[in-house]
């Protein structure tokens, strides 16, 4: 039978408030008696019940994180990259994560955070994906749930968040293929309504615009953030004449699509067209040709996201509640000189 406190108070001689104060890490029991209820604990194989300490203390110690994708696979590189950065920071601090996943702005996605506000299954939420009218935040907030973002709205909310400079990225990229003398630049946007997605469209027509440049309407088209999407996507802009001489993709997973489309219809990236993306997720180096892209330090994202919502969960105001980070370019073989 399993050792309880009652056993480790006998063998020590002290009551079982004590022990239980002593392998809490109390400072009110004395340091040596703490020591030696903790050996005696020890030996008689002592295991605390964790659920009981759980709801004696209001918390489950774990995080949620509703994940919004479509379809039966979860294929997403960016997510697989986040989400080991979440997971990897909540063990050390010994929390668990609890991940589901829901078509975004479908009722299903709601209901989740609704049912989180309401049942307490988590001690906090982070949110992906951040969207300009955002009714998840909007809920969150409403209730004073801990969450943390990863992204910016523009509703008039203050909540914590992390967040990359998208539209400095997209500037980044934009220059970088106008530097190489690309002057037709077409561009497979992210779908309307997410928040990076406005950020990266706007960067892409301010460095148009400050290098003298027009943009075509036709030049511009809305992915789905799936590679089939960016595929499908860049087929237009690859019947516009006089033949656009650079593309770019919202993301990398649509500037991979593009780039096998491309090459089916007997184009050369980085010759005939150039190409880049954005996040830098592993694969993109090992496209044919390897990708050019932004980074942002997906993993890196995740770890700090998830220490900040710790720190809310505990009651502990973030050092930088706000922290908006700088992506950097990465040149690769898919960029090169218009023909």
């Not at 078509?103 to 307490?120: D, F, I, M, T």
């Not at 968040?161 to 400095?168: F, L």
Request: glycine share 10%.
């Amino acid at each position: 039978m399993a050792a309880t406190l009652k056993d480790i108070a006998r063998q020590v001689g002290v009551s079982v408030t004590t022990v239980s104060r002593a392998l809490a890490g109390y400072d009110d029991v004395a340091e040596g008696t703490k020591e030696r209820i903790k050996a005696v604990a020890s030996e008689l194989g002592y295991s605390p019940n964790i659920v009981a300490q759980r709801l004696q203390k209001q918390r489950t110690d774990t995080l949620g994180f509703i994940m919004p994708t479509f379809g039966p696979r979860f294929s997403d590189p960016f997510f697989s990259e986040f989400i080991a950065g979440v997971g990897n920071e909540a063990a050390s601090h010994e929390y668990d994560l609890l991940v589901s996943a829901h078509a975004p702005n479908s009722a299903g996605e709601l209901k989740a955070y609704e049912r989180a506000v309401r049942r307490g299954w988590v001690d906090g939420l982070i949110v992906v994906r951040t969207r300009e009218d955002d009714t998840r935040i909007q809920l969150l907030c409403a209730h004073n749930f801990p969450f943390v973002a990863f992204g910016r709205t523009s509703d008039d909310l203050e909540f914590p968040y992390v967040d990359e400079d998208s539209e400095t990225g997209m500037r980044l990229l934009v220059q970088h293929l106008i530097d190489l003398g690309h002057k037709r630049i077409g561009l497979i946007a992210a779908p309307s309504g997410l928040m990076f997605g406005r950020y990266r469209l706007q960067g892409y027509y301010d460095t148009m615009r400050d290098n003298n440049l027009p943009v075509q309407p036709e030049w511009v088209v809305e992915g789905d953030m799936t590679q089939r999407g960016g595929a499908e996507a860049v087929t237009p802009l690859l019947g516009i004449n006089p033949r656009l001489t650079a593309i770019i993709g919202g993301n990398d997973l649509m500037a991979i699509g593009a780039i096998n489309r491309i090459q089916q219809q007997g184009l050369q990236v980085g010759r005939d067209v150039a190409v880049g993306g954005f996040d830098d997720i592993p694969l993109a180096a090992y496209t044919s040709p390897p990708l050019t892209t932004i980074h942002q330090p997906i993993y890196e994202i995740g770890q700090r996201t998830c220490a900040m919502l710790i720190d809310v969960i505990n009651g502990r105001a973030p050092t930088t509640p706000h922290s908006l980070l700088t992506p950097t370019l990465i040149i690769r073989e898919s960029s090169g000189n218009p023909i």
